[in-house]
T-cell receptor, first 115, second 111 residues
């Protein structure tokens, strides 16, 4: 079975540009979460979507937005990129909304570099 | 803001040695998870502990959740080079999927 897939794997953008990152969850998983991992730190929660609705939002500016499609895949959009947005963006899927009963499965991430 | 502090941040040991990684918080979590992450990959779940005082074993790895559900530890016995990686603890509340991660412990096991 395919795991969580993310695309692209690597991306280089310049300041001020926008970027769209894509995630396909494990088949049957209805919840998708996005995390940002800056080099040398642990992942930071950005968004969670469940059944196509936003169920949680972390402490990130409005430049960050996301959505979930009817097939449960998801996109993360970042506008007006800043140098500090350079990070590994991780997508995680789970069967249901609550992590207690449904573990997170992470993709291998998209490495975004902003120059 | 819920924070999880991990210690040590870096650990370099020889094959065969034992080690313990700590994860501490001032907040109570409904569950505590441990992940291992290798370069170029996403974190992989090792274990979830949900009950205060709970101990779980996974081969040479022993995980413990503090009685007050504010802290956790990971003990590795007879470490092997294959154990090398970034170990992350993450706490969660009873609802939702948001996890609060610690900054990680980078473990290097030298042959």
């Amino acid at each position: 079975d395919a795991g969580v897939t993310q695309s692209p794997t690597h991306l280089i953008k310049t300041r001020g540009q926008h970027v769209t990152l894509r995630c396909s969850p494990i088949s049957g998983h209805k919840s998708v979460s996005w995390y940002q991992q800056v080099l040398g730190q642990g992942p930071q929660f950005i968004f969670q979507y469940y059944e196509k609705e936003e169920r949680g939002r972390g402490n990130f500016p409005d430049r960050f937005s996301a959505r979930q499609f009817p097939n449960y895949s998801s996109e993360l959009n970042v506008n007006a990129l800043l140098l500090g947005d350079s990070a590994l963006y991780l997508c995680a899927s789970s069967l249901i909304q609550s992590h207690n009963n449904s573990p997170l499965h992470f993709g291998n991430g998209t490495r975004l570099t902003v120059t | 803001t819920q924070l999880l502090e991990q210690s040590p941040q870096f650990l370099s040991i020889q094959e065969g040695e034992n080690l313990t990684v700590y994860c501490n918080s001032s907040s109570v979590f409904s569950s505590l998870q441990w992940y291992r992450q290798e370069p170029g990959e996403g974190p992989v779940l090792l274990v979830t502990v949900v009950t205060g005082g709970e101990v779980k074993k996974l081969k040479r790895l022993t995980f413990q959740f503090g009685d007050a559900r504010k802290d956790s530890s990971l003990h590795i016995t007879a470490a092997q080079p294959g154990d090398t990686g970034l170990y992350l603890c993450a706490g969660g509340r009873s609802s939702g999927s948001r996890l609060t991660f610690g900054e990680g412990t980078q473990l290097t096991v030298n042959p």
